[in-house]
């Protein structure tokens, strides 16, 4: 294939779920698809190959001797949401007693096959020793010695380190490129700070579809069968779950019948429970992916996200208190004084505001702590509470209350 050909093979494999990806590699030759996933992200080539069968994978890496593909291979020792993953080989490499005019020889020869941003020094068995940059080189005497040009104060990534840790790390550093090395020293590869926060960007994009049952290897390009496939069950577990609701309202069918009005709210009790869980949801699931929340945070997060549905609840409450209290007035016929319609609305809005909050922070920390991703259709699960919550507590004062 020709270059224009290999780079549009590679944006068409950006574009894709990585198992779409990986049939469409299968259409191509061993050394054609290799030549396309250098093209892209690592974290992306490596889901992809993840994808490829093992033999037509071994076969990919194997195509040609690629130093990436190489390192490819050895990334795949590492946790997916890891640096290791992320790992490219290690370039400029030198050694402390090389000369500065030996080392410009060799780097002239280098940036013919590779964009270097930066030296590096290591020992004889691979350990850094300090980094070289380029204004350094020219700058310093020809024949000095590495040793002496060096910075040695080198800032420095572990491969076992998650992408979280790793972005909270070099937040404030701002390096084009980070040295990844093992507990001795060695280094094992470089890290790219776009790719990092590539890797991290993407993850992250799929984070508002699994809250909702949305698989995260769905794409816009995905076909209508395999959509069907990912969405469908939860939207039956959603459906299933919604018969908790529905056995409520039935329980509460007297009140209902013989206090009609009551059922004009439920879609409020309701929908300001749903933002309300959703509200805190949101806040817990960026602390988490943000790596802001620690254990043993658990009650100070509880008492907070309680306290705004406290807040929040008395004074939505209040609104749709006299709202309910408006509608009974004006409504004939109700044969209901909006005293206790007014108080009952109150008093439940409060109510299921407080525990929505609180559930909509505590499920995703129970998902995390039964080793699940903590957006898997957290949305789903947290709507169920919520509805069965606010249309109870609305339901069971309406009957205490209202006569």
């Known amino acids: ?20 990806a990986a049939e469409l590699l299968s259409r191509h030759e061993d050394e054609d698809a290799l030549r396309a996933l250098e093209q892209v992200n690592p974290w992306v ?15 990919i890496l194997l195509a040609t001797p690629s130093e990436r593909a190489i390192q490819w291979r050895r990334n795949q020792a590492y946790p997916e949401d890891s640096i290791g993953w992320l790992m490219e080989p290690p370039v400029a490499v030198f050694r402390p007693q090389m000369t500065v005019r030996e080392t410009v020889e060799a780097l002239r020869k280098l940036t013919k096959r590779a964009f270097i941003t930066y030296g590096y020094v290591t020992d004889a068995e691979n350990r850094l020793l300090g980094g070289l940059v380029f204004r350094d080189l020219m700058l310093a005497a020809p024949e000095q010695h590495l040793a002496e040009v060096m910075f040695t104060d080198v800032f420095s990534l572990s491969p076992a380190m998650a992408l979280t840790e790793a972005m909270k790390a070099t937040l404030n550093r701002h390096y084009p490129v980070y040295p ?17 926060f590539e890797a991290r960007a993407i993850e992250l994009s799929a984070q508002p579809g699994s809250i909702v049952g949305v698989d995260e290897s769905e794409r816009l ?17 959603n459906l299933f779950t919604a018969f908790f609701a529905a056995g409520i309202i039935a329980f509460y069918q007297e009140t209902l019948d013989r206090v009609v009005i009551l059922a004009a709210f439920l879609p409020v009790m309701s929908g300001q429970a749903s933002n309300t869980g959703c509200q805190s949801l949101a806040v817990c699931l960026r602390g988490l992916a943000l790596g802001d929340f620690r254990s043993g945070q658990e009650t100070p997060l509880f008492y907070k996200e309680a306290m705004l549905g406290l807040y929040n609840g ?10 309910m209290g408006c509608y009974a007035i004006w409504q004939p016929g109700s044969g209901t004084s909006p005293w206790p319609l007014a108080v009952t609305v109150f008093a439940a809005m409060t109510v299921s505001c ?29 709507t169920t509470i919520t509805d069965c919550i606010s249309i109870g507590s609305f339901l069971m004062l309406a009957s205490w209350l209202v006569h």
């Open 354 to 382: 407080v525990i929505s909050g609180v559930f909509g922070a505590a499920i995703p920390l129970l998902l995390r702590r039964m080793n699940l991703d903590p957006a898997t259709a957290s949305g789903i699960f947290l």
């Open 180 to 196: 990844v090395c093992d507990e001795a020293g060695g280094l094992l590869g470089l890290v790219r700070g776009q790719t990092l």
């Open 221 to 237: 390009t995905t076909p209508v069968g395999r959509s069907l496939w990912l969405r469908h069950p939860w939207l039956q577990f």
């Open 1 to 20: 294939m020709t270059r224009e050909e290999i780079e549009s093979l590679a944006t068409d494999l950006i574009q894709r779920a990585p198992h779409e």
């Open 45 to 59: 080539a490596q889901q992809i190959l993840q994808q490829v069968e093992p033999e037509r994978r071994e076969r």
């Open 314 to 323: 008395l004074f939505t409450g209040l609104v749709a208190a006299v709202g």
